[in-house]
């Protein structure tokens, strides 16, 4: 049994990432999407954090809304996989149940 | 906007029949819409609309029929607490026919 | 006891999670709207309040003073309507200085640490 959590706002505006990853369980997912897709880029006061994070659960970023925003797949935090729509889709196809963390 | 007439005043409502404020409401209101449904208020009737405006008051929503049913046989006694009756004494549905009676909105999970 | 009036179809395990306060935006209204419909399915609801959502559970609040409905009172109606496991986590309150003599409803407290595990028990969350 296993949640994908997906985080759709900044952590530098919203408090929603935070309040998730203390709250996931070994074996659920994360995927950042829209404006959470920053705290996937390395170097920022969440690399650390999503580090560790990562050791727990799987952690995806949304490839689209990273690269509208200027980033590379390259800048992306250790552990992070990009996913596409097609991705998205699969990746809520093979969890249990969706937990968006509006 | 609709509205209905009572002892002279007019009362706006919404197009399904219900107040628009609830605190427009007065008894009068009641027998204005039962008069509107060819239907005429007994005892037993008031007793439903009572119900209903206390109900209100104490927990701000309109019950569903579940709700209502079990919540009468509770005060009235078991014989009451069936849908049976409720319907018998407001054939358009106990929620909505006597929730509108009453001045409250149409009530939530009702369709 | 709970089963006695389902007569068939699927009954889903559903958890309604509330973070948010009342009043300022729409959500927690909606939601309790929403606990209210779906209770009319016979499904097994849970409700689970964390971060601010714990404020939608607050003793006394008078939102009457800005001439909005007080729709806190409806909470105390989710019993008869079977809906009657509503979960609070003990840190969101902590955090906000509050405890359970401060809310309006009885509540089954669960730890930060126990809340993925509670939803892991759930087929369908709806975030609010």
């Given amino acids: 049994m296993s949640t994908l959590n997906i985080v759709n706002k900044s952590p530098f505006e919203k408090r929603s990432l935070d309040q998730c990853i ?60 990009p996913v596409d729509y097609k991705g998205f889709v699969a990746l809520v196809a093979e969890h249990d149940r969706v937990h968006s963390w509006l | 906007m609709s509205s209905i007439e009572v ?18 409401w007065e008894p009068g209101v009641a027998t204005v819409m039962a008069e509107i449904d060819d239907c005429e208020l007994t005892d037993n009737h008031w007793e439903v609309i009572n119900f209903l405006r206390e109900y209100y008051e104490e927990y ?52 | 006891m709970e089963d006695e009036e389902y007569a068939g179809g699927v009954q889903k395990k559903f958890i309604y999670i509330n973070r948010r306060a009342p009043h300022g ?32 559970l607050k003793k006394e609040q008078r939102p009457d003073s800005l001439e909005m409905k007080n729709f ?15 979960f609070v986590e003990t840190e969101s309150l902590q955090e906000r200085g509050l405890n359970e003599s401060d809310l309006l409803v009885d509540v089954e407290l669960v730890a930060r640490a126990k809340v993925a595990e509670l939803i892991d028990q759930q087929d369908v969350v709806l975030s609010f």
Avoid at chain 1, 26 to 46: F, H, K, M, N, P
Avoid at chain 3, 29 to 47: K, N, R, W, Y
Avoid at chain 3, 72 to 86: G, Q, W
Wanted: glycine share 10%.
């Fill in chain 2, 60 to 111: 701000q929503i309109a019950p569903a029929v579940r709700v209502l049913t079990k919540a009468i046989g509770k005060k009235l006694g078991k014989e009451y607490g069936n849908g049976k009756y409720l319907y018998e004494l407001y054939p358009y549905g106990p929620a909505k026919q006597a929730c509108k009676y009453a001045g409250l909105p149409k009530p939530t999970g009702c369709v």
């Fill in chain 3, 72 to 86: 806190s009172k409806a909470f105390k109606a989710l019993e008869m309507y079977d809906v009657e496991k509503l």
């Fill in chain 2, 7 to 24: 002892d002279g005043k007019t009362l706006a409502t919404d197009e399904e029949g219900y107040l628009e404020n609830l605190s427009d």
């Fill in chain 1, 22 to 81: 203390t709250r996931t369980s070994s074996g659920d997912a994360l995927l950042l999407i829209e404006d959470a897709v920053v705290a996937a880029v390395s170097g920022t006061a969440y690399d650390a954090p999503l580090t560790e994070a990562g050791q727990n659960m799987k952690l995806y970023v949304l490839e689209g809304d990273l690269a509208a925003r200027g980033f590379a797949d390259s800048e992306m935090v250790n552990g992070f996989t």
């Fill in chain 3, 25 to 56: 935006t729409v959500y927690a209204h909606e939601a309790l709207e929403t606990v209210l419909i779906g209770a009319a399915f016979d499904q097994d609801v849970s409700m689970l309040f964390i971060d601010d959502g714990v404020y939608q």
